[in-house]
């Protein structure tokens, strides 16, 4: 992975970065350290290099063992129960997966992330007449979306294949000891994965909270540790500031945010990676957003949103900033076809790559947007694989740490979300 601030210098001066490095260096520590706020919830901090072999052969096999039995394997969670795994799959799968009528893994469909009654009558009558396994995912096991979902699931299993067949068809991801999901899943002799008690849910995706789900689906965990761990080497605490990339990050995301630049814009060229800026905007979100500071972090996809959003990022109110996530290689080649007659002009790109063509319209974008006044960070990886998605997600859960204790933020907790569920259990005269 590759990270370059070039095009926000136009914005921020060498030395107001330079300011920060103290700073940077200081929040890399509290997290080492475990000496700044929220400092129970650190136990991301180490997780790739600590998961054990037997740990990984453990998910393995109980995602082979669902791969065998069920053809749809319903992942039931919200929020940092259900993002992660969400965007590793979908960065990591054929872009037309669910029209793919053989497949040797089973299809991963997500839900219980909505309380919309649509979603779940649709899911259920999609699920008609195929085997159906379940992985429930909930730390607390009474977040609402997911327990309604979960209840759902469960009779739906029990009435297709009896109860001591649905044992083996459920898997709860859980906390170790307590919560309404542990004594669900003890009662009924569900197989069981434990969400570590200093692992929050937006930073959970290398726990079996986002390994089990990808292994499902058929991608290779181990190489995605790896990424992860290698990363955790690479922004270590004896990396000093000018190597490490994720003091980097963090120090020009305060920086520019210093000069008034309120919304950082995860942009991609590959809708592959549409989810994990999903994924990315709730950890940064949830992390930064509070105490009435934060920069907000919003997402687009292009060249798609260059015909829609495009227009506000090159002429809106100059209060953004763009951290653009480039891919090197494609995976497959394709390329224009040359047409004799021409009527569509295009044969200015004739036999080019499509990719060429995406790079053109990246590099392009990029001028433009700098030009137009919104400091560019660009982060790249040689092609997207398991490992370059271990890297980008140790790099961006580091980078968000130091963030969030530069700002001066607990990045750890997250008590904005509760307001709205107060309201909704009062409506609901809970
Ligand atoms: O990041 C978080 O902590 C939240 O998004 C939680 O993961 C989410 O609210 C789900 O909670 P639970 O796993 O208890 O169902």
Redesign the pocket.
Known sequence: MKLSIENIRKFVSDDEIAALKANAEQSLKMLHDKTGEGNDFLGWVNLPSQITESEIDDIQATADKVAKLADFAVVI?????YLGAKAVIEALSHSFVNFKTEKKHPHVIFAGQNISEDYAFELFETLKGHSVAAIV????GT?VE?AITFRLIKKYIEDACGIEEARERIVAVTDKARGAMNTIARKNGYKMFVIPDDV???FSVLTPVGLLPVAIAGFDIKKLVKGAADMEKATDVNIAFEQNQACIYAAARNALYGKGKNVEILANFNPKLHSLAEWWK?LYG?SEGKNGKGIFPASVDFTTDLHSLGQYIQDGKRMLFETVLSVENPKHEFAVPADEENIDGLNFVANKRIDEINKCAEAGTVLAHVDGGVPNIHISVPEISEYSIGQLIYFFEKACGISGYMLGVNPFD?PG?EAYKKNMFRLLGK
């Not at 969670?77 to 129960?81: N, R």
């Open positions: 969670g919200i929020g940092g129960s995912i909930s730390k607390s977040t997911p929050g849910g937006r709730q949830e997250q979300v």
